[in-house]
């Protein structure tokens, strides 16, 4: 029975016959190697001895102990969860699910913002700024048009992405999807395959892609800070990212985001 005791330790009860400290290691489901060490209370061999355990897993503030539903078994699981939203099973996998969606969506969002701002200022095309771009008028087809269908569009594929969530792999059954089955395979939710979706073959074997699923992760949180960011950009400035980047770089010691704060409240 192991007892969790104060920062990332635990007092274990030991049976073995080796009176010494020392390290044992041995390797994880993701391949990686992880070394205990083990500090010993007592020699007797015939007689169970207590063992603390220091252990290695990163947290997002050292020091603090994670919750024992977040076990470290999640892509870019760092105990992170203050508010304790994921203590319910069933809520944390879809929690996993929505923040994998809002990563993607930031970071095509941000990719978006900084090429078409990027080729707005130095003139290569004549586009609105981002903020903006959403009252653009279209010869080909009006707003209402383009809103319905993308209503449509976003509303099947996301009832699909519900439907496969709550019946993993019943969006991969023949007939499911107009005879393109194959072309979108998923691996598991929330991570489709096929050509059209994983069309370098990355991470095919899902399973043990730990390392493809904490990239992806950790840059999509990421993104949802820069989409913050931009967000308050824009309201503060009024202006794109690279502009801001431009004037920013043009006088770095009087143009930073302190300057702008205190001239945006005065």
């Given amino acids: 029975m ?46 169970p001895r207590v063992v603390v355990r220091a252990q290695n897993r990163p947290t997002w503030l050292p020091g603090l102990d994670p919750p024992p539903y977040l076990d470290g078994t999640l892509a870019g699981d760092f105990g992170f969860d203050p508010l304790g939203l994921g203590e319910d099973p069933e809520s944390l996998k879809w929690y996993v699910q929505a923040e994998l969606v809002h ?21 290569i095309r004549n586009l609105p700024v ?47 999807f107009f005879g393109l089955e194959a072309s979108l395979e998923g691996l598991e939710p929330g991570y489709p395959g096929g050509p059209l979706l994983n069309p370098l073959g990355l ?7 730990h390392e493809w699923k904490l990239k992806e992760i950790k840059n999509g949180r990421l993104a949802m800070v820069a989409m913050l960011g931009i967000f308050v ?18 006088n770095p010691w009087h143009k930073t985001i302190i300057q702008t704060l205190a001239g945006s409240g005065s």
Avoid at 11 to 18: D, F, H
Avoid at 109 to 115: K, P, S, T
Avoid at 131 to 147: H, N
Wanted: proline share 3%; aromatic share 10%; hydrophobic share 40%.
């Fill in 130 to 176: 981002w903020y903006e771009a959403g009252a653009t008028k279209f010869d080909f087809a009006s707003t209402r048009a383009l809103f319905i269908v993308q209503l449509l569009l976003m509303g099947f594929v996301e009832t699909k992405r519900y439907m496969d969530f709550r019946n993993p792999g019943s969006q991969a059954k023949d007939g499911s």
């Fill in 233 to 250: 950009q824009a309201n503060v400035t009024h202006v794109g990212p690279i502009d801001n980047l431009v004037e920013h770089l043009s």
């Fill in 203 to 209: 991470a095919k074997d899902i399973k043990n892609a």
């Fill in 103 to 123: 990563a993607r969506f930031a970071m095509a969002g941000v990719a978006g913002i900084l090429v078409t701002d990027l080729l707005r200022v130095t003139g």
């Fill in 2 to 47: 192991d007892v969790a005791v104060g920062r990332g330790f635990q007092i274990l009860a030991y049976a073995g016959s080796s009176p010494f400290p020392g390290r044992c290691s041995h390797t994880t489901a993701f391949g990686t190697t992880k070394t205990n060490w083990l500090a010993e209370i007592g020699s007797s061999s015939h007689h």
